[in-house]
């Protein structure tokens, strides 16, 4: 089953006041709305805050939701709304004036850019964690702590050609798994431009 079907079974679920539903949406969400919010807001409690109200709204409107895009989508939305509007609240909006509340349709890209960098930051990860530790520590140590491949090689007692050659089996490997995602990336780069 694909994700967009089991987001939709998810949702008639919690439609129908299923609590098991509604905890699943809960605990896969959670942590990525808080730090999406925290984006806008810059402080973790009133992130926190905003997403547990966010989704105590989900569950008291739940009878008439209507998602009509992916369900991470769908909350991305409310939760960028809900802190335009606890910006907006709290007179914070004088200092952002221009840079958030006139740019909605940037603020609307920048939705769509985390939903994909999101996306394939745990592409990235899950290919990352089949890839056999002393193949894909290379990569991590030159792309993550921005090690050089010389330091990389004194620190595995290797030789720079063979940092040289795992790092770029993880870097086919990555290609392979992100190639779905070049259609994706070309469509979200012609909507922008139009």
């Known amino acids: 089953?694909?994700?967009?079907?089991?987001?939709?079974?998810?949702?008639?679920?919690?439609k129908g006041g299923d609590k098991s539903a509604f905890s699943s949406l809960f605990t896969a969400y959670y942590s990525d709305l808080v730090m999406f919010a925290t984006t806008f807001l810059k402080d973790l409690d009133s992130s926190e805050e905003i997403v547990q109200d966010v989704f105590l709204k989900l569950w008291e409107d739940r009878e008439i939701i209507t998602v009509t895009t992916t369900l991470k989508s769908f909350l991305l939305?409310?939760?960028?709304?809900?802190?335009?509007?606890?910006?907006?609240h709290a007179k914070v909006i004088h200092s952002h004036h221009d840079s958030v509340l006139n740019s909605s349709p940037l603020l609307e890209c920048d939705t769509e850019n985390y939903i994909l960098r999101s996306e394939i930051e745990k592409i990235v990860k899950k290919a990352l964690d089949k890839i056999p530790d002393e193949i894909a520590e290379p990569f991590k140590l030159n792309r993550y702590d921005g090690l050089k491949y010389r330091e990389i090689a004194e620190k595995m007692q290797v030789s720079n050609r063979t940092v040289e050659v795992r790092i770029g089996k993880v870097l086919q490997i990555l290609r392979d798994e992100l190639k779905d995602y070049l259609i994706t990336f070309l469509m979200l780069l012609s909507h922008l431009l139009w």
């Open 1 to 14: 089953m694909d994700t967009f079907s089991f987001e939709r079974i998810l949702v008639e679920k919690l």
């Open 77 to 88: 939305k409310l939760i960028q709304n809900r802190c335009l509007d606890w910006l907006r």
